[in-house]
């Protein structure tokens, strides 16, 4: 079992920027493929970005590509996602994701979620 919890989420100007971090309790967190999501109101759960489990490889969806950054520390079993340069569009509920195998992240079907965390954006 591995839970995860958000934080680092709340209301930031237009321009600014944010980390998120993700803890995730389990002595296997290092195994596992981890990624970000995002719900904004009235619209579909999406994928942000995701990291292997050596934090060797990553990937990002084009809308925020160049803007975001995804880390992880296995050491302090715990994920991070640095936005910068937020918009009013990025507004939405961020999720952390974590799946045993690749595939999970990629088709948005991870082994577990967390709780998600609050990210507003004002103009």
């Known amino acids: 079992q591995v839970q995860l919890v958000e934080s680092g989420g709340g209301l930031v100007q237009a321009g600014g920027s944010r980390r998120l971090s993700c803890a995730a309790s389990?002595?296997?967190?290092?195994?596992?493929?981890m990624g970000w999501f995002r719900q904004a109101p009235g619209k579909e759960r999406e994928f942000v970005a995701r990291?292997?489990?050596?934090?060797?490889?990553?990937y990002y969806a084009d809308s925020v590509k160049g803007r975001f950054i995804i880390s992880r520390d296995n050491a302090k079993n715990t994920v991070y996602l640095q936005m910068n340069s937020l918009k009013p569009e990025d507004t939405a509920v961020y999720y952390c994701?974590?799946?045993?195998?690749?595939?999970?992240?990629?088709?948005?079907?991870?082994?577990?979620w967390g709780q998600g965390t609050q990210v507003t954006v004002s103009s």
């Open positions: 389990g002595r296997t967190f290092g195994s596992y493929t």
């Open positions: 990291i292997t489990w050596s934090g060797g490889s990553t």
């Open positions: 994701a974590a799946a045993q195998r690749f595939h999970g992240i990629v088709t948005g079907t991870p082994d577990y």
